[in-house]
T-cell receptor, first 114, second 115 residues
Framework: AQKITQTQPGMFVQEKEAVTLDCTYD???????LFWYKQPSSGEMIFLIY??????QNATEGRYSLNFQKARKSANLVISASQLGDSAMYFC???????????FGKGTMLLVSP | EPEVTQTPSHQVTQMGQEVILRCVPI?????FYWYRQILGQKVEFLVS????????KSEIFDDQFSVERPDGSNFTLKIRSTKLEDSAMYFC?????????????FGDGTRLSIL
């Protein structure tokens, strides 16, 4: 069974600062994928970034980067230069080898202040 | 950019009634999913669908639920005899392939309210 743990129920950051959202995972699959999704107050789920378990480099997508530490089983999301529009719920999720069902964490609510 | 489309955005139904939630996945995607999110809780997997049949389902997806791809574009979730606890946001998602490295793209969701 797979498990995602997000220990930060809420995070506060000032505009233009960087913020790290924590995610740890547990799985017995040798191959897996790690994803981050953003859910604004309007409710939609927006895909942000993906990291494969065999990828040598940490994934980056614009202001988003994923700090992947395989030995620690962590996949933290780093948002650089926070913007007011980044205020949302952020979910870490994972898939397993051979199947793509996503297991989600409980989420972290990020609030960006001016 | 292509996107997953869900209708309706909000559905209000009396307990015991049947509801059908509709989704149009991204056109070249082959795998389709339904997830639900009860208010304030995490997103939970319901079912995945490929080649006109269910490929995986969770414990939540019991006989009350069914999925169908009635034509080449729509993907539906039917909930029979709805219960109060079925109130949730229901998300449809699609992906290009089944391998775990392909992101699933989500629709904006249907908020289902059972009265």
């Amino acid at each position: 069974a797979q498990k995602i743990t997000q220990t930060q129920p809420g995070m506060f950051v000032q505009e233009k600062e960087a913020v790290t959202l924590d995610c740890t995972y547990d799985t017995s699959d040798p191959s897996y994928g790690l994803f981050w999704y953003k859910q604004p107050s309007s409710g939609e789920m927006i895909f942000l970034i993906y990291q494969g378990s065999y990828d040598q480099q940490n994934a980056t997508e614009g202001r988003y980067s994923l700090n992947f530490q395989k030995a620690r089983k962590s996949a933290n999301l780093v948002i650089s230069a926070s913007q007011l529009g980044d205020s949302a719920m952020y979910f870490c999720a994972m898939s397993g080898s051979g199947y793509s069902t996503l297991t989600f964490g409980k989420g972290t609510m990020l609030l960006v202040s001016p | 950019e292509p996107e997953v489309t869900q209708t309706p955005s909000h559905q209000v139904t009396q307990m015991g009634q049947e509801v059908i939630l509709r989704c149009v996945p991204i056109s070249n995607h082959l795998y389709f999913y339904w997830y639900r999110q009860i208010l304030g809780q995490k997103v939970e997997f319901l079912v995945s669908f490929y080649n006109n049949e269910i490929s995986e389902k969770s414990e939540i997806f019991d006989d009350q639920f069914s999925v169908e791809r009635p034509d080449g574009s729509n993907f539906t979730l039917k909930i029979r005899s709805t219960k109060l606890e079925d109130s949730a946001m229901y998300f449809c998602a699609s992906s290009l392939s089944r391998t775990g490295n392909q992101p699933q793209h989500f629709g904006d969701g249907t908020r289902l309210s059972i009265l």
